[in-house]
Protein backbone atom coordinates (compact mmCIF):
# COMPACT_ATOMS: atom_id res chain seq x y z
CA UNK A 1 0.00 0.00 0.00
CA UNK A 2 1.39 3.19 -0.85
CA UNK A 3 1.92 6.10 1.58
CA UNK A 4 -0.83 8.02 -0.01
CA UNK A 5 -3.43 5.72 -0.21
CA UNK A 6 -2.41 4.72 3.24
CA UNK A 7 -4.08 7.51 5.41
CA UNK A 8 -7.02 7.88 2.48
CA UNK A 9 -7.99 4.31 3.33
CA UNK A 10 -7.94 4.94 7.43
CA UNK A 11 -10.15 7.79 6.98
CA UNK A 12 -12.42 5.66 4.68
CA UNK A 13 -12.45 3.31 8.00
CA UNK A 14 -13.06 5.88 9.91
CA UNK A 15 -15.91 6.66 8.30
CA UNK A 16 -17.01 3.46 7.61
CA UNK A 17 -17.12 2.64 11.45
CA UNK A 18 -18.89 6.26 12.38
CA UNK A 19 -21.49 5.56 10.19
CA UNK A 20 -22.13 2.28 11.08
CA UNK A 21 -22.13 3.78 15.36
CA UNK A 22 -24.44 6.56 14.41
CA UNK A 23 -26.95 3.51 12.39
CA UNK A 24 -26.80 1.62 15.13
CA UNK A 25 -27.56 4.68 17.49
CA UNK A 26 -30.57 5.38 15.21
CA UNK A 27 -31.94 1.78 15.21
CA UNK A 28 -32.15 2.28 18.85
CA UNK A 29 -34.04 5.26 18.94
CA UNK A 30 -36.30 4.05 16.51
CA UNK A 31 -37.06 1.14 19.03
CA UNK A 32 -37.71 3.14 21.99
CA UNK A 33 -40.09 5.29 19.96
CA UNK A 34 -41.51 1.87 18.98
CA UNK A 35 -42.33 1.05 21.97
CA UNK A 36 -43.41 4.27 23.00
CA UNK A 37 -46.03 3.76 20.72
CA UNK A 38 -47.42 0.68 21.91
CA UNK A 39 -46.55 1.69 25.62
CA UNK A 40 -49.76 4.47 24.58
CA UNK A 41 -51.64 1.99 22.88
CA UNK A 42 -54.46 0.41 24.47
CA UNK A 43 -53.99 -2.85 22.54
CA UNK A 44 -51.20 -3.17 24.36
CA UNK A 45 -53.16 -4.21 28.20
CA UNK A 46 -54.75 -6.94 26.72
CA UNK A 47 -55.66 -9.51 29.18
CA UNK A 48 -52.88 -11.87 28.14
CA UNK A 49 -49.99 -8.79 27.96
CA UNK A 50 -51.02 -7.33 31.30
CA UNK A 51 -50.84 -10.69 32.84
CA UNK A 52 -47.34 -10.78 31.32
CA UNK A 53 -46.14 -6.96 32.41
CA UNK A 54 -47.49 -7.92 36.00
CA UNK A 55 -45.54 -10.99 36.13
CA UNK A 56 -42.06 -8.89 34.97
CA UNK A 57 -43.12 -6.10 36.93
CA UNK A 58 -43.50 -8.05 40.19
CA UNK A 59 -40.43 -10.42 40.01
CA UNK A 60 -38.22 -7.53 38.38
CA UNK A 61 -38.86 -5.32 41.20
CA UNK A 62 -39.67 -7.68 44.37
CA UNK A 63 -35.86 -9.98 43.65
CA UNK A 64 -33.99 -6.64 43.53
CA UNK A 65 -35.51 -4.19 46.30
CA UNK A 66 -34.73 -5.58 49.08
CA UNK A 67 -31.76 -6.23 48.63
CA UNK A 68 -30.76 -3.04 47.24
CA UNK A 69 -32.55 -1.40 49.98
CA UNK A 70 -30.09 -3.02 52.60
CA UNK A 71 -27.31 -2.24 50.72
CA UNK A 72 -28.12 0.90 50.68
CA UNK A 73 -29.03 1.29 53.91
CA UNK A 74 -25.56 0.16 55.38
CA UNK A 75 -23.99 2.58 52.88
CA UNK A 76 -26.07 5.55 53.85
CA UNK A 77 -25.42 5.16 57.28
CA UNK A 78 -21.40 4.44 56.79
CA UNK A 79 -21.14 7.92 54.64
CA UNK A 80 -23.24 9.81 57.03
CA UNK A 81 -21.11 9.40 59.59
CA UNK A 82 -18.38 10.18 57.61
CA UNK A 83 -19.84 13.32 56.63
CA UNK A 84 -20.93 14.08 59.35
CA UNK A 85 -17.74 13.65 61.44
CA UNK A 86 -15.72 15.24 59.16
CA UNK A 87 -17.89 18.54 58.80
CA UNK A 88 -17.93 18.66 62.85
CA UNK A 89 -14.19 18.42 62.64
CA UNK A 90 -14.09 21.10 60.33
CA UNK A 91 -16.18 23.52 61.72
CA UNK A 92 -18.66 23.04 58.82
CA UNK A 93 -21.77 21.07 60.65
CA UNK A 94 -24.35 23.28 59.77
CA UNK A 95 -23.48 22.46 56.10
CA UNK A 96 -22.98 18.33 56.96
CA UNK A 97 -27.03 17.60 56.16
CA UNK A 98 -27.19 19.47 53.13
CA UNK A 99 -24.25 17.89 51.86
CA UNK A 100 -25.76 13.97 52.66
CA UNK A 101 -28.85 15.15 51.17
CA UNK A 102 -26.79 16.06 47.81
CA UNK A 103 -24.21 13.31 47.94
CA UNK A 104 -27.10 10.43 48.37
CA UNK A 105 -30.28 11.55 47.24
CA UNK A 106 -29.34 13.79 44.44
CA UNK A 107 -26.48 11.54 42.85
CA UNK A 108 -25.47 8.46 44.61
CA UNK A 109 -29.03 6.73 45.00
CA UNK A 110 -30.51 7.14 41.55
CA UNK A 111 -27.33 6.07 39.74
CA UNK A 112 -26.27 3.14 41.86
CA UNK A 113 -30.14 1.97 41.80
CA UNK A 114 -30.00 2.08 38.00
CA UNK A 115 -26.96 0.12 37.79
CA UNK A 116 -28.51 -2.06 40.28
CA UNK A 117 -31.46 -2.98 38.37
CA UNK A 118 -29.36 -3.38 35.57
CA UNK A 119 -27.61 -5.97 37.09
CA UNK A 120 -30.12 -7.88 38.51
CA UNK A 121 -33.30 -7.12 36.33
CA UNK A 122 -32.40 -5.41 32.39
CA UNK A 123 -29.92 -7.56 31.17
CA UNK A 124 -30.88 -10.99 32.41
CA UNK A 125 -34.47 -10.05 30.76
CA UNK A 126 -32.40 -8.63 27.52
CA UNK A 127 -30.61 -12.56 27.79
CA UNK A 128 -34.20 -13.80 27.70
CA UNK A 129 -34.82 -11.69 24.81
CA UNK A 130 -31.65 -13.40 23.15
CA UNK A 131 -32.72 -16.64 23.73
CA UNK A 132 -36.25 -16.23 22.75
CA UNK A 133 -34.58 -15.25 18.73
CA UNK A 134 -32.20 -17.42 19.23
CA UNK A 135 -34.27 -20.46 20.13
CA UNK A 136 -36.70 -19.64 17.49
CA UNK A 137 -39.45 -18.33 19.74
CA UNK A 138 -39.46 -15.05 18.42
CA UNK A 139 -40.38 -16.40 14.75
CA UNK A 140 -42.79 -18.82 15.86
CA UNK A 141 -44.82 -16.27 17.60
CA UNK A 142 -44.34 -14.19 14.93
CA UNK A 143 -46.23 -16.92 13.01
CA UNK A 144 -49.16 -17.65 15.32
CA UNK A 145 -49.94 -14.07 14.27
CA UNK A 146 -48.86 -12.53 18.04
CA UNK A 147 -46.85 -9.56 17.70
CA UNK A 148 -43.17 -10.32 19.53
CA UNK A 149 -42.31 -6.72 20.21
CA UNK A 150 -45.29 -6.18 22.15
CA UNK A 151 -45.87 -9.72 23.61
CA UNK A 152 -42.61 -10.28 24.65
CA UNK A 153 -40.32 -7.08 24.60
CA UNK A 154 -42.28 -4.31 26.23
CA UNK A 155 -43.39 -6.09 29.15
CA UNK A 156 -39.30 -6.79 29.82
CA UNK A 157 -39.08 -2.28 29.09
CA UNK A 158 -41.30 -1.48 31.03
CA UNK A 159 -40.22 -3.53 34.25
CA UNK A 160 -36.60 -2.80 33.49
CA UNK A 161 -37.71 1.34 33.95
CA UNK A 162 -40.37 0.48 36.73
CA UNK A 163 -37.64 -1.45 38.73
CA UNK A 164 -35.09 1.23 38.78
CA UNK A 165 -37.47 4.23 39.36
CA UNK A 166 -38.71 1.80 42.57
CA UNK A 167 -35.24 1.26 43.45
CA UNK A 168 -34.17 4.86 43.38
CA UNK A 169 -37.78 6.09 44.60
CA UNK A 170 -38.06 4.00 48.15
CA UNK A 171 -34.13 3.88 48.75
CA UNK A 172 -33.92 7.76 48.38
CA UNK A 173 -37.05 8.14 51.44
CA UNK A 174 -34.98 5.44 53.09
CA UNK A 175 -31.51 7.51 52.88
CA UNK A 176 -34.06 10.96 54.26
CA UNK A 177 -34.74 8.66 57.15
CA UNK A 178 -31.23 7.90 57.97
CA UNK A 179 -30.36 10.72 57.72
CA UNK A 180 -32.30 12.25 60.33
CA UNK A 181 -32.23 9.94 62.46
CA UNK A 182 -28.34 10.04 62.30
CA UNK A 183 -28.11 13.86 62.84
CA UNK A 184 -31.28 14.42 65.29
CA UNK A 185 -31.78 10.91 66.71
CA UNK A 186 -35.44 9.93 67.35
CA UNK A 187 -37.41 12.94 68.20
CA UNK A 188 -39.75 15.50 66.57
CA UNK A 189 -37.76 18.22 67.69
CA UNK A 190 -35.51 19.02 64.57
CA UNK A 191 -38.21 17.85 61.81
CA UNK A 192 -38.42 21.83 61.23
CA UNK A 193 -35.07 22.21 60.71
CA UNK A 194 -34.73 19.33 58.45
CA UNK A 195 -37.36 19.53 56.47
CA UNK A 196 -36.43 23.26 55.71
CA UNK A 197 -32.78 22.51 54.81
CA UNK A 198 -34.68 19.32 52.25
CA UNK A 199 -36.65 21.98 51.01
CA UNK A 200 -33.61 24.41 50.79
CA UNK A 201 -31.87 21.45 48.34
CA UNK A 202 -35.06 20.36 46.33
CA UNK A 203 -35.73 23.22 44.78
CA UNK A 204 -38.37 23.46 41.90
CA UNK A 205 -35.60 23.25 39.48
CA UNK A 206 -33.64 20.57 41.63
CA UNK A 207 -36.46 18.57 41.70
CA UNK A 208 -37.30 18.48 37.83
CA UNK A 209 -33.84 17.50 37.23
CA UNK A 210 -34.01 14.65 39.67
CA UNK A 211 -36.96 13.03 38.47
CA UNK A 212 -35.81 13.25 35.11
CA UNK A 213 -33.11 12.22 35.53
CA UNK A 214 -33.95 8.88 37.22
CA UNK A 215 -36.74 8.87 34.46
CA UNK A 216 -33.94 8.63 31.83
CA UNK A 217 -31.76 6.19 33.64
CA UNK A 218 -34.70 3.96 34.18
CA UNK A 219 -35.05 3.79 30.19
CA UNK A 220 -31.74 3.66 29.81
CA UNK A 221 -30.40 0.80 31.71
CA UNK A 222 -34.03 -1.25 30.51
CA UNK A 223 -33.87 0.16 26.76
CA UNK A 224 -30.57 -0.45 26.06
CA UNK A 225 -29.54 -4.02 26.77
CA UNK A 226 -32.50 -5.36 24.96
CA UNK A 227 -31.96 -2.90 21.66
CA UNK A 228 -28.47 -4.29 21.74
CA UNK A 229 -29.58 -8.23 21.52
CA UNK A 230 -32.41 -6.88 18.88
CA UNK A 231 -30.29 -5.15 16.31
CA UNK A 232 -29.24 -8.19 14.24
CA UNK A 233 -27.81 -5.59 11.62
CA UNK A 234 -25.05 -4.49 14.40
CA UNK A 235 -24.60 -7.96 15.54
CA UNK A 236 -23.69 -9.49 12.41
CA UNK A 237 -20.61 -7.07 11.46
CA UNK A 238 -19.48 -6.83 14.64
CA UNK A 239 -16.56 -8.95 16.62
CA UNK A 240 -18.09 -8.25 20.26
CA UNK A 241 -20.96 -9.70 21.54
CA UNK A 242 -24.41 -8.13 21.62
CA UNK A 243 -24.47 -7.83 25.56
CA UNK A 244 -21.11 -6.46 25.56
CA UNK A 245 -22.34 -3.67 22.84
CA UNK A 246 -25.53 -2.79 24.95
CA UNK A 247 -23.40 -2.39 28.01
CA UNK A 248 -21.23 0.22 26.30
CA UNK A 249 -23.80 1.76 25.10
CA UNK A 250 -25.78 1.57 28.38
CA UNK A 251 -22.68 2.89 30.18
CA UNK A 252 -22.53 5.96 27.51
CA UNK A 253 -25.77 7.30 28.22
CA UNK A 254 -25.55 6.69 32.01
CA UNK A 255 -22.32 9.14 31.83
CA UNK A 256 -24.02 11.51 29.66
CA UNK A 257 -27.39 11.69 31.83
CA UNK A 258 -24.78 12.22 35.11
CA UNK A 259 -23.10 15.07 33.39
CA UNK A 260 -26.21 16.55 32.49
CA UNK A 261 -27.63 16.47 35.52
CA UNK A 262 -24.58 17.88 37.41
CA UNK A 263 -24.73 20.47 34.83
CA UNK A 264 -28.37 21.43 35.60
CA UNK A 265 -27.83 21.13 39.19
CA UNK A 266 -24.21 23.40 39.85
CA UNK A 267 -24.13 25.90 36.57
Known sequence: MSPLSSPQG?????????????????????LAALLTVLALSPASYAPENRRAMARHLYLGTTQSLAWFTLLSLLISIVV???????????GLSQY????VVRVLVLELIPLAAALFAALRCTIPLAAEIATLRSGGG?????AQGIDPLRHEVLPRVVAGSFCALMLAAVNSVVTLVVAYLSVYGFTL?????????????FSPAVSLIFLLKILFLGLAVSLMPIASVLDTVARRRANTSAELQGLVRMFLVIVIIEAASLVGNYY
Open 80 to 90: IRIVLVTAVSY
Open 10 to 30: AAAELARNAGQWLLGWWRTIH
Open 96 to 99: ALEM
Open 138 to 142: WDALA
Open 189 to 201: AGFDAYTHTVGHV
